[in-house]
């Protein structure tokens, strides 16, 4: 009798393990996923033609700019508009100068598109922004829209 109660507790703790497993198949969609779903319910709403980087920058050049593009290390200066997919604005300035590096993932990846006078919109997905973190106007996981020029930068 011992040896069979042994047993049921063996095969109910396999099965106990199977279900945990099966029932950790069905999690929530990624961030990522919700950003892109987002990102691109965005882009049809407002007839938008740009394109995804890998990293899943969406972005619109409207003007190239020079042919000489800053890297991560430049030093650039810039004008913006930031606001929410909702079209909220929480942020812009004009003439601004920053070191590239400190900034946002997604501004370091889209402005090495372009070169001084480039005009160009980057829709960034949380996770190239501020991801679960929250700021002054920008809710946690937000995709956040920029309008930028590049007005000008260094090395």
Not at 39 to 55: C, H, K, M, R
Not at 96 to 112: A, H, K, P, R
Request: hydrophobic residues 40%.
């Amino acid at each position: 009798m011992f040896q069979y109660s042994i047993h049921i507790k063996y095969i109910l703790s396999l099965l106990l393990i199977v279900a945990m497993a099966f029932s950790s198949c069905k999690k929530d969609p990624s961030q990522a996923a919700i950003d892109e779903a987002d990102i691109l319910d965005y882009v049809e709403a407002n007839e938008l033609e740009g394109q995804f980087t890998p990293s899943g920058l969406y972005y619109i050049i409207y003007e190239p700019g020079g042919v000489v593009h800053p890297t991560v290390t430049s030093t650039i200066t810039v004008d913006y508009h930031g606001y929410l997919l909702n079209g909220e604005t929480f942020d812009q300035d004009t003439d601004v100068t920053f070191s590239l590096v400190n900034l946002i993932s997604g501004w370091q990846e889209g402005l090495q598109l372009i070169g001084a006078g480039g005009e160009i919109k980057l829709i960034i997905p949380s996770g190239l922004a501020y991801g679960s973190g929250s700021r002054q106007g920008i809710p946690a996981n937000s995709v956040l829209v920029f309008d930028l020029t590049l007005v000008t930068f260094t090395e």
